[in-house]
């Protein structure tokens, strides 16, 4: 039987595994997401996420018959890492007996044991080494190491005076229980760092729910009273998950000009934002969500003169796709802005990106891409959504230079 041959030794270490790894990944996960634990507490409760993974399904099973409360519930949390753990610990134990079969005739078959016992050995240690190391890395490492991307745009009657204007990017920072404030300031600090003239935020400030409207919003202080022309934004869906017209207004006191279906104009003479178009500049325009808000192109465009260069922030950037867009009759957009894609978190080398919530597949996850009409940056973001990892996909600034 397989089952003898787990010595006793081994199955109290399996079990103190499975106790101490589930003790702290739901003492990690509940401070992170129950009582909004902030510095490394979300980073590891990211990690006991991952490594509890297959028992969140038991947790929301557990959940149809009224056991626990989804996600931010305590006993949801402890019911995923306590079969998590199990799963976990059971695999490795069945990993373990089968390399103890494949030894179980050395001393009846003339092999040589030695060369067996390092192959089936080393194959488990790698198979622990992959198992244990490749969740940290996607949790603990490649998510905190944000790059900066920098692209050169021509935009067609720019004005002299802007050409070399430098706009600095940021979104779904989704400030909330997978990514700490002290991230998203460092992320801020870095988009000021590149001395940009004006930094634009493209929506998911927060991951969901309404508990870090207000410090989402007076972080982004340091960027509006630093940045020589301030701070534009948008919301996005996560945004709206809440109540997106409480953190427009939060945002808006703090002193970044939202335009969620809005614009505002660049002055050429002045290089500052204004609410009226000026004899020379760029008009910036703000398209609403497009899945969980509203998309008024009317509205957004309105009172911009034809001729008038226009740049769009978007959050999702499907919304180049929407037909008073994409047709040779739509509204002149010169260049758009968006995130939402994340870069699909995940980029496995001659595969791609598997998963992109985009229904245009991998056209969106990331970079500068070219639309029906117009190009769209894509930013990869600096937050993480369905699952916190990152794999190939850092998290990234976008710094744009109009020419």
Known sequence: MWGMRLSRKAICVLLMVWVIGASLGSWFTIDAWV?????????LG?????????GWATAYIAHLFGIGGGRSDVWSIIIANVTGWGYLVVGFGLVWMIRNWVHRDEQ???VDCSRRAFLTNSTVGGVAICAAGAPGYATLVEPWSIKV???????????????????????DTHLGPRIPESF???AYAMALDLNPDLIVLTGDHVHDGTREYQRAAEICKPMVERCPMGVIGVLGNHDWWGDGFALTRMLTDAGVRMIDN???WIDAETRRVVDREPAQGIAMVGL??????????????RD???ETARIVLAHNPDTAEIEALSRSYGQRVDLMISGHTHGGQVKIPFVGTPVVPSEYGQKYAGGMVDGPRFRVCVSRGIGMSMLPVRVGVPPEISLIELV
């Open 108 to 110: 009846e078959v003339h």
């Open 184 to 186: 998203v300031v460092q």
């Open 46 to 54: 990211n990690l006991a996420w991952i490594v509890s993974l297959p």
């Open 35 to 43: 009582h909004g634990g902030g510095g490394v507490v979300r980073p």
């Open 262 to 264: 809005d614009r505002v």
């Open 149 to 171: 991307r920098r692209y050169t745009i021509p935009i067609e009657g720019l004005d002299a005076s802007l050409k070399g204007l430098r706009i600095a990017q940021v979104s």
């Open 288 to 301: 609403g969500d497009l899945t969980d808000y509203l998309v008024d192109v009317e509205r957004a465009f």
């Open 304 to 306: 911009i003169g034809a």
